[in-house]
């Protein structure tokens, strides 16, 4: 870890603190940095010598009085207007749906079934299908746009791609160097049809055969992505927003989940390394066995189970206006960090 991953990570533990404590602190250490480094040591031995950033982060919080704390009465005028936001943005769509309707009724234009297999508008789409060989493969790249990705197992040797492409909604496969990567291009906007009859048909489905042992990388937006039945991946790493993060049966070297306001959920999921970071949204665990666990979210629960012992596992959890179960500790050779605010923490340690 370098000087400004270090700091950037720093500052992220302890936006508890004001904004004016949050900058004194990432410049003092950042000075701290710089010298070591004109003494004749390397960012990243500089960096080793301040020890853990999580357990820096703790100490730092434990002796600053100046935590940011909410009032109920604050807390309260945020939900009140986030509500009334979300009503007048709903109200507005509705009449923007009603008038759209009427509009099209008036010019004979009717929206039907017969649209749900045509893409946008009446743009036909076309099944796609993409294969190579999981033996001459070492990553699998996709990155799309407002669709879902499914990863599921399969019998067999080969690795598919299957998706639809339309005029609107393009997309480029390429496979060089052992590298399959799946770009879309769309160039649809967004429109108020889009938003209420969503195409179901909107998915890049991922088949896996078990014997593939290469990296994964799936990002997509306004979206789900969902794997199962993973089992030989060295690197699984899934970016979405607004959709969730569902991973199910899969074993990993290193998995990390990134989303916004969406759930992230692990069920029976095993790696070395495990990082999942969402907001305005629960951090959901079944089973999750990993020895560097790293969880963070906001305006959401994280809770559910961890296989192992609790004191095995040095341990940072910290909330705001919430509860953490289990409390912060020290001492064990494996990490478990989980970060949220304005909800509760509980993590139970399973066999």
Excluded at 27 to 46: F, H, L, P, S, W
Excluded at 290 to 303: F, K, M, Q, Y
Aim: glycine share 6%; charged share 25%; hydrophobic share 35%.
């Amino acid at each position: 870890m370098n000087k400004e991953q270090y700091l950037r990570k720093l500052r992220s533990l302890i936006r508890k603190l004001p904004k004016s404590e949050q900058k004194t602190v990432i410049e003092y250490y950042r000075e701290m940095i710089d010298d070591k480094v004109e003494n004749g040591q390397t960012e990243e031995q500089a960096v080793a010598e301040l020890g853990d950033v999580f357990l820096l982060a703790q100490k730092i919080l434990a002796e600053n009085p100046n935590r940011k704390c909410y009032s109920a009465n604050r807390i309260a005028g945020i939900v009140v207007a986030s509500i009334f936001a979300v009503l007048i943005i709903a109200g507005i769509c509705f009449n923007s749906l009603r008038t759209s309707s009427t509009a099209a009724e008036s010019y004979g234009f009717a929206w039907n079934s017969q649209n749900q297999n045509s893409g946008r508008g009446s743009e036909p789409l076309e099944t796609k299908t993409e294969m190579a060989l999981a033996a001459e493969t070492k990553c699998i790249y996709i990155d799309v746009r407002d669709k879902e990705i499914s990863v599921e197992r399969v019998e067999g040797d080969s690795i598919c791609l299957t998706y639809q492409s339309s005029k609107q909604d393009q997309f480029t496969y390429t496979n060089t160097n052992g590298v399959m990567k799946l770009i879309n291009h769309s160039q649809g906007g967004f429109h108020t049809f889009d938003f209420f009859d969503w195409d179901p048909q909107s998915r890049v489905t991922v088949s896996v055969p078990e014997s593939y042992a290469g990296e994964v990388y799936l990002s997509t937006s306004n979206g789900t992505i969902s794997a199962e039945n993973l089992s030989h991946a060295t690197v699984l790493t899934c970016s979405t927003s607004n959709g969730k993060v569902l991973l199910s049966d899969v074993q990993a070297e290193r998995i990390s989940a990134n989303n916004s306001n969406g759930r992230i959920v692990f069920t029976d999921v095993t790696a070395s390394k495990v990082n999942a970071d969402t907001s305005n949204a629960e951090i959901s665990l079944q089973k999750l066995n990993a020895p560097d666990i790293e969880l963070e979210t906001s305006n959401g629960g994280i809770r559910g189970s961890i296989v192992g012992r609790e004191e095995d596992y040095t341990i940072h959890t910290d909330t705001s206006n919430g509860s953490c179960t289990p409390g912060s500790r020290q001492g064990g050779s494996k990490r478990l960090f989980a970060d949220t605010s304005n909800a509760s923490i509980r993590i139970d340690f399973v066999d």
